[in-house]
C-alpha cells in the first residue's frame, strides 16, 4: 500500500480516507465482542442518541488485537512514525433514529491522569472521573486521529463534516469562520474504510435522515511524553 499521497493529503488539508482497511469477517468480529460486553459500567453512556464507550481498548481487552490489524499497523508506522502509540480510545454508536448534531469544533483537549498546576495547561475538566485538559499547541499539532467505520458512512447518516486545512491555523474559533475563504468537504467513508485526522482540524457533523446507523472506533495517537506531574492514562503500545 503507497501511503504518500495520503502523508500529503494530511499534512495540507488535515485529514484523508482510506477504504478497505478491514474485511467484513474483521468487522463482525469486532461488532461481535462489543455486542457482548457489560455496558452497566460508568465509562460507558447509554441515551436514545448515543451509545459511548470511553476507554475503549482499556475496558474491551479483548477487542485490541482486532483493531490493530497489519493494515493499521503498517499505517500508524509510515505515516505518523515509530514512536506512535495510543493514548485515548472511544467508541461511538449513533442509533438508527439518532438526532445527534455535532458543531463545528476542533478537538483541544487531551485525557490525563491528575490534575496538576503547569503552565500552559488549561481549562481542565473531569468527565466520569476522567481528567481532561487543554495542553500547548505543539502537543495537539502533533496528534493524530485514526476513525475506524464499523457501518457506512456519507452524508445521510452523520458523516464527518470537515474545513480542509483548518489544522494548520492553530486554535480557530469556529464563530470566527470565514465561509468566503473557507470551504466544506463532507467525508463519506465505507464500512470497513478509515478516516485519518489532525484533531485540530474544524469538523462536525449532521443528524441522520436515512434511518441507519453509525459505529466509529476513535483512536488518538501521540510521540510526546507529559511534562513531569503528568501521565497518559491509556497509553498503549501496541
Excluded at 33 to 46: A, H, L, M
Excluded at 166 to 174: D, F, L, V, W
Aim: aromatic share 10%; with cysteine; proline share 5%.
Amino acid at each position: 500500500m503507497n501511503l504518500q499521497n495520503h502523508k500529503d493529503s494530511i499534512q495540507e488539508k488535515g485529514f484523508t480516507i482510506i477504504n478497505s482497511i478491514f474485511s467484513e469477517e474483521e468487522i463482525e468480529k469486532i461488532s461481535e465482542v462489543i455486542q457482548n460486553i457489560d455496558t452497566s459500567k460508568e465509562t460507558f453512556r447509554k441515551s436514545e442518541d448515543l451509545f459511548a464507550i470511553r476507554q475503549f481498548l482499556k475496558e474491551i481487552p479483548g477487542v485490541k488485537d482486532l483493531i490493530f490489524n497489519e493494515n493499521i499497523k503498517n499505517i500508524v508506522k509510515d505515516i505518523f512514525g515509530n514512536d506512535y502509540f495510543v493514548v485515548k480510545s472511544i467508541y461511538f454508536d449513533k442509533p438508527e433514529k439518532s438526532n445527534w448534531y455535532v458543531a463545528y469544533h476542533q478537538d483541544l483537549t487531551i485525557s490525563v491522569d491528575k490534575k496538576a498546576e503547569l503552565p500552559d495547561f488549561g481549562p481542565w475538566t473531569t468527565k466520569q472521573n476522567q481528567f481532561a485538559v487543554q495542553p500547548p499547541l505543539d502537543i495537539l499539532e502533533n496528534l493524530y486521529t485514526i476513525r475506524i467505520h464499523l457501518d457506512h458512512t456519507d452524508e445521510n447518516n452523520g458523516a464527518l463534516k470537515v474545513i480542509p486545512g483548518s489544522h494548520a491555523k492553530g486554535i480557530y474559533r469556529p464563530e470566527t469562520i470565514d465561509w468566503t475563504i473557507e470551504t466544506e468537504e463532507i467525508c463519506p467513508i465505507e464500512k470497513g474504510g478509515i478516516m485519518i485526522m489532525k484533531p485540530l482540524i474544524l469538523h462536525g457533523s449532521n443528524r441522520t435522515t436515512n434511518g441507519k446507523r453509525r459505529r466509529v472506533v476513535h483512536i488518538e495517537f501521540s510521540d510526546r511524553q507529559l511534562p513531569d506531574g503528568l501521565n497518559w492514562p491509556e497509553k498503549m503500545v501496541f
